[in-house]
């Protein structure tokens, strides 16, 4: 079974610090890298990546993807409180209708 | 609100019964994804359906869960016979298929008392 492995587990930062989360995946069918934000709901969508080295930008957030060394980024500028949230990388397949699995997260916490 | 609706957010059962929890897609959507989250744990993939198909039940348990996506109405995850261990969070996720990402539900929490 593919595995994904976040780190780190947990990261408590204050406001305006930059943070960098890290996300590496074993790949057989590799087909996609999504990152999700969770607060107490639903996982929210922030980036699907596919190709090697294109940053995909929204806002403060950014993330890119090495196929080569098969990891993903996550970066976080100007850290606000309400970035304080579980974010969870997910690798999808080819075949299967590109099912996703998931590692187990990264808890970020904000300061003031 | 047009995401990706499920429902009942909550529900508590008793050893033994059944459980139904109930996703509709969000509008235009006809891919269809359960998930399961067991505390401390990541989310599992359990079921894809396509409209009155399913595509790959690979993650779903052998005995007691099922799950079907009718022509009209919701997606419905159906387990039988409850017991602790499906204590979870189950969240849908829809999408347009091909490479369109998932969009998820709130998820239904369900407790086995």
């Known amino acids: 079974e593919d595995k994904v492995v976040q780190s780190p587990l947990s990261l408590v930062v204050h406001e305006g610090d930059t943070v960098t989360l890290n996300c590496s995946y074993e790949v057989t069918n590799f087909r996609s890298l999504l990152w999700y934000k969770q607060e107490k709901k639903a996982p929210t969508f922030l980036f699907m990546l596919?190709?090697?080295?294109i940053e995909k930008k929204s806002g403060r957030l950014s993330s890119i993807l090495d196929k080569k060394e098969l990891f993903s980024i996550l970066n976080i500028t100007a850290t606000q409180t309400g970035d304080s949230a579980v974010y969870l990388c997910?690798?999808?397949?080819?075949?299967?209708?590109?099912?996703?699995?998931f590692g187990t997260g990264t808890q970020l916490k904000v300061e003031l | 609100n047009a995401g990706v609706m499920q429902n009942p957010r909550h529900l508590v059962r008793r050893r033994g019964q059944e459980a139904r929890l109930r996703c509709s897609p969000m509008k235009g959507h006809s891919h269809v994804y359960w998930y399961r989250q067991l505390p401390e744990e990541g989310l599992k993939f359990m079921v894809y359906l396509q409209k009155e198909n399913i595509i790959d039940e690979s993650g779903m348990p052998k005995e007691r869960f099922s799950a079907e996506f009718p022509k009209e109405g919701p997606s419905i995850l159906r387990i039988q016979q409850v017991v602790r261990g499906d204590s979870a969070a189950y969240f849908c996720?829809?999408?347009?298929?091909?490479?369109?990402?998932?969009?998820f539900g709130d998820g239904t929490r369900l407790s086995i008392l």
């Open positions: 596919t190709s090697s080295g």
């Open positions: 996720a829809s999408s347009l298929g091909g490479l369109e990402p998932q969009h």
């Open positions: 997910a690798q999808g397949v080819t075949g299967g209708g590109n099912k996703l699995t």
